[in-house]
């Protein structure tokens, strides 16, 4: 991609009945005409594909700054061990949490802070953007998807120690506008389905805080295995991930799909002039697997 974008459905062709757009907005800054009605589509595209019975709260900020490095940026906020949790001490996006639950358990809070820099080139409306233009529905389809699961809150220190559920805040460049739950000290239900190549979890192949998972986590190519429907939707074989290449960069690794994945939301295969608004077949598989009913 030109811009970075950073972080923190098995299709079928039939007619289905749209659902009505479960997700808010509360945007902060000067807005760019068919911004708001882009984010609106965002979140209805999502909406077509999950089931939201809990209203999903995005909190969204504008800015427009040449020295920022990233086009956008996502913090998705989370529980542990809230009611009916599946697996308890794992943390969940508090947009999955509270359909589980059944109920709103982060009143008061939004389920994510989305921030847009307005210093790229956004193309706002639903055609096709000139080879310049980023899209701005596909990006914030793809920051939204964050907040509904691809998140990690794998973490490598500057000393090479690498863990789960441990990120420092001085490690992420803005504060969200609710507790940071980057340091719950458990994984996200999303790690717990990371494997290695050779099979084995990368949230348990080493110890925490040490360099032996830091290693584990920089090196090799790494895997979201999902048994029942992540694998299933992409050709019974586990989806690569970014990261593995020897380095590890915060809001990148783990929580992408690999680049090499052309048409894919999650992915960094997409740039400037194109559009990727269509979760592929194996990103609601992984959706699906970490508790999404579809």
């Known amino acids: 991609m030109k811009k970075i974008i950073v972080v923190f459905a098995l299709l079928v062709s039939t007619c289905f009945n749209a659902q009505v757009n479960t997700f808010s907005f509360n945007i902060t800054g000067t807005q760019p005409t068919g911004l708001a009605t882009a984010l609106t589509i965002a979140g209805q595209k999502w909406s077509n594909y999950l089931q939201i019975n809990v209203p999903v709260k995005v909190n969204v900020f504008l800015v427009n700054a040449s020295f920022l490095p990233f086009s956008a940026i996502t913090f998705a906020n989370g529980r542990k061990n809230f009611a009916n949790a599946p697996v308890t001490n794992t943390l969940y996006v508090s947009t999955l949490a509270n359909q589980i639950a059944g109920s709103e358990i982060n009143a008061g809070e939004y389920d994510m802070d989305i921030y847009f820099n307005l210093y790229t080139q956004y193309y706002y409306g639903t055609g096709k953007p000139r080879s310049n233009k980023t899209d701005f529905i596909s990006t914030a389809m793809h920051e939204i998807g964050h907040g509904l699961g691809f998140y990690s809150d794998g973490y490598v220190d500057a000393n090479g120690k690498g863990s789960f559920g441990n990120i420092p805040p001085s490690a992420i460049p803005i504060s969200p506008s609710f507790p940071w739950r980057g340091q719950d000290s458990v994984p996200s239900i999303f790690d717990k389905y990371i494997v290695r190549a ?90 699906k697997e970490i508790g999404w009913n579809l």
């Open 198 to 287: 050779s099979g084995n979890s990368l949230a348990t192949c080493a110890p925490q805080n040490s360099t032996a998972l830091g290693d584990s986590i920089k090196n090799g190519a790494l895997y979201f295995s999902g048994p029942l429907y992540a694998n299933a939707s992409h050709s019974n074989t586990p989806i690569r991930l970014a990261g593995g290449a020897g380095t590890y960069t915060l809001g990148v690794d783990l929580l992408h799909i690999h680049q090499s994945y052309a048409n894919t939301i999650m992915s960094y295969y997409w740039g400037a002039g194109d559009t990727v608004r269509i979760p592929a077949p194996w990103e609601l598989g992984i959706l």
